[in-house]
């Protein structure tokens, strides 16, 4: 019987009612209590017309209201979209124009800013008391379950749709020693509005681990949330496990050790980062590689990921993967070339016909990235494929640069991109928000000493990255200051 991602919420309700399934600042729910919720939600968008099929967008502050309205929605077979409360009224509006939005649910004021009919959250969805019937369920299966868009760095958002067993394959990839149990506390500080944040809870739920939604806006409290809730599975961004490293520095023991999986992803781990993290941190850090369009794709743990330097792991199993050349030949071993993947889970195309032209062929899903494989199969990962640079001749990769900015000690973020000039040539700039003194100087000469030719011409100190709404950086914003008229 195909299943619906919903499902194992359905599961853990009957067979652990009164076991915790969120603790939302510090308020347990129950996984019959959340279960009810979502009954009660999915017949209310019943009631409002809602049908199989039907695309509704999802514009919440809270994270349990927008979680109890996701697991509704796919509980009934709507499709549903995020459209994020931090996107500007006419960015949503145009959002639920293109992909045929019929209603908006959420708990903001401007909710109905899309100009579209809004449910608004119920408090009495989460009342403790009251049987619920099970209402309608949709069988899931390869049926369209959430439409997902890319971060849009380089142009406009690709929009693409995961399916229930897109999302179920992505769960069967984890190996068991990194997968998510009944007794783990699951923590990050991601919104919903994100496809991964959205499948790592729905996932955590099936397996009847604790959610954790609180407070997180500094290294201070994260590292307060951690202890305070005794979390044992976080996923975290680079920078956050900085901070981590940041504020267990002088300790002389491992300052969480509760965490049994503690993930990192999203960007460049610089091997400092990663041996400090190790230290200090935690000894079960978990490195993880993947996309949007394809999920996890490999994974380092512990130990290996110093072993390998710069390393992402090995590909995860029901992972197909090839790095080739510009005429899709495989390359040889420790030469960087375009990945691409094939599998369960990858999606097959995008909402617009020549994106899909350019990213699908042969079953093959070509994500856009540069990496390489040694002769045992663990990946490097360089960059983007449209953010490589070609200066004098030589190929310079932004992960290079990056990766020796972020390992001097007063550098917390780094992005490398190129500048072009008029002969043709793309001069290697970069840009860092520093955590401590330091000049251009300094850091041009500590690129030099490590990279030679391949250093970057000039290096911006900035006291914040330009970034989309994705959080993602804007490298062509970077780029604008150093031209003539700009900001730099």
């Given at each position: 019987?195909?299943?619906?991602?919903?499902?194992?919420?359905?599961r853990?309700?009957?067979?652990?009612?009164?076991?915790?399934?969120?603790?939302?600042?510090?308020?347990?729910?129950?996984?019959?209590?959340?279960?009810?919720?979502?009954?009660?939600?999915a017949?209310?968008?019943?009631?409002?017309?809602?049908?199989?099929?039907?695309?509704?967008?999802?514009?919440?502050?809270?994270?349990?209201?927008?979680?109890?309205?996701?697991?509704?929605?796919?509980?009934?077979?709507?499709?549903?979209?995020?459209?994020?409360?931090?996107?500007?009224?006419?960015?949503?509006?145009?959002?639920?124009?293109?992909?045929?939005?019929?209603?908006?649910?959420?708990?903001?004021?401007?909710?109905?800013?899309?100009?579209?009919?809004?449910?608004?959250?119920?408090?009495?969805?989460?009342?403790?008391?009251?049987?619920?019937?099970?209402?309608?369920?949709?069988?899931?299966?390869?049926?369209?379950?959430?439409?997902?868009?890319?971060?849009?760095?380089?142009?406009?958002?690709?929009?693409?749709?995961?399916?229930?067993?897109?999302?179920?394959?992505?769960?069967?990839?984890?190996?068991?020693?990194?997968?998510?149990?009944a007794?783990?506390?699951?923590?990050?500080?991601?919104?919903?509005?994100?496809?991964?944040?959205?499948?790592?809870?729905?996932?955590?739920?099936g397996?009847?681990?604790?959610?954790?939604?609180?407070?997180?806006?500094?290294?201070?409290?994260?590292?307060?949330?951690?202890?305070?809730?005794?979390?044992?599975?976080?996923?975290?961004?680079?920078?956050?496990?900085?901070?981590?490293?940041?504020?267990?520095?002088?300790?002389?023991?491992?300052?969480?050790?509760?965490?049994?999986?503690?993930t990192?992803?999203?960007?460049?781990?610089?091997?400092?980062?990663?041996?400090?993290a190790?230290?200090?941190?935690?000894?079960?850090?978990?490195?993880?590689?993947?996309?949007?369009?394809?999920?996890?794709?490999?994974?380092?743990?512990?130990e290996?990921?110093?072993?390998?330097?710069?390393?992402?792991?090995?590909?995860?199993?029901?992972v197909?993967?090839?790095?080739?050349?510009?005429?899709?030949?495989?390359?040889?071993?420790?030469?960087?070339?375009?990945?691409?993947?094939?599998?369960?889970?990858?999606?097959?195309?995008?909402?617009?016909?020549?994106?899909?032209?350019r990213?699908?062929?042969g079953?093959?899903?070509?994500?856009?990235?540069?990496?390489?494989?040694?002769?045992?199969g663990?990946?490097?990962?360089?960059?983007?494929?449209?953010?490589?640079?070609?200066?004098?001749?030589?190929?310079?990769?932004?992960a290079?640069?990056?990766?020796?900015?972020?390992?001097?000690?007063?550098?917390?973020?780094?992005?490398?991109?190129?500048?072009?000039?008029?002969?043709?040539?793309?001069?290697?700039?970069?840009?860092?928000?520093a955590?401590?003194?330091?000049?251009?100087?300094?850091?041009?000469?500590?690129?030099?000493?490590?990279?030679?030719?391949?250093?970057?011409?000039?290096?911006?100190?900035?006291?914040?990255?330009?970034?989309?709404?994705?959080?993602?950086?804007?490298k062509?914003?970077?780029?604008?200051?150093?031209?003539?008229?700009?900001?730099?």
């Amino acid at each position: 019987m195909p299943l619906n991602v919903s499902d194992g919420l359905a599961r853990q309700a009957r067979e652990r009612p009164y076991a915790v399934a969120v603790l939302a600042r510090g308020q347990p729910v129950h996984f019959a209590t959340l279960e009810r919720a979502v009954r009660r939600a999915a017949a209310a968008f019943v009631a409002r017309g809602v049908t199989p099929g039907q695309t509704v967008g999802l514009t919440f502050g809270r994270p349990l209201w927008h979680l109890v309205a996701a697991l509704a929605l796919a509980r009934i077979g709507a499709v549903q979209v995020a459209l994020a409360p931090t996107d500007p009224p006419a960015m949503r509006r145009a959002t639920a124009r293109e992909l045929g939005v019929v209603l908006v649910a959420g708990d903001v004021a401007d909710a109905g800013e899309a100009g579209l009919p809004v449910l608004h959250s119920d408090p009495a969805w989460l009342a403790k008391a009251g049987e619920v019937a099970a209402g309608p369920r949709h069988e899931g299966g390869c049926q369209p379950f959430m439409i997902c868009h890319s971060s849009g760095t380089t142009g406009t958002r690709k929009t693409f749709t995961l399916s229930h067993a897109d999302m179920l394959a992505r769960w069967r990839r984890h190996p068991a020693a990194t997968a998510v149990r009944a007794e783990d506390v699951f923590f990050s500080p991601a919104r919903l509005d994100f496809a991964t944040c959205k499948s790592a809870l729905f996932w955590c739920l099936g397996q009847g681990a604790t959610i954790v939604f609180d407070r997180c806006a500094s290294s201070e409290e994260l590292a307060g949330l951690l202890d305070r809730h005794q979390v044992t599975w976080s996923v975290i961004t680079p920078n956050g496990l900085a901070g981590l490293a940041r504020l267990a520095m002088g300790s002389r023991a491992i300052r969480f050790p509760h965490l049994r999986v503690l993930t990192v992803g999203g960007s460049i781990v610089p091997d400092g980062l990663r041996r400090a993290a190790l230290e200090r941190v935690s000894g079960n850090l978990l490195v993880s590689y993947g996309t949007n369009e394809a999920g996890i794709i490999a994974q380092v743990m512990g130990e290996d990921a110093l072993r390998h330097p710069a390393t992402v792991g090995r590909a995860l199993d029901g992972v197909s993967w090839e790095i080739v050349d510009g005429q899709d030949r495989p390359v040889a071993p420790g030469t960087p070339g375009h990945l691409r993947v094939a599998g369960e889970g990858v999606v097959k195309g995008y909402a617009d016909a020549a994106t899909s032209t350019r990213a699908v062929r042969g079953g093959w899903l070509y994500p856009g990235d540069v990496l390489s494989a040694d002769s045992e199969g663990r990946l490097t990962f360089h960059g983007r494929s449209d953010d490589m640079m070609i200066f004098d001749g030589i190929n310079v990769f932004p992960a290079e640069v990056e990766n020796v900015l972020l390992d001097h000690p007063s550098v917390r973020e780094a992005a490398a991109f190129p500048l072009s000039e008029q002969a043709g040539d793309q001069m290697p700039m970069a840009a860092v928000v520093a955590h401590g003194p330091v000049g251009e100087a300094a850091l041009l000469a500590h690129c030099r000493d490590r990279l030679g030719l391949r250093a970057p011409r000039r290096v911006m100190v900035l006291d914040a990255m330009p970034r989309n709404v994705d959080g993602k950086i804007l490298k062509r914003e970077l780029a604008a200051r150093l031209t003539p008229g700009g900001s730099a």
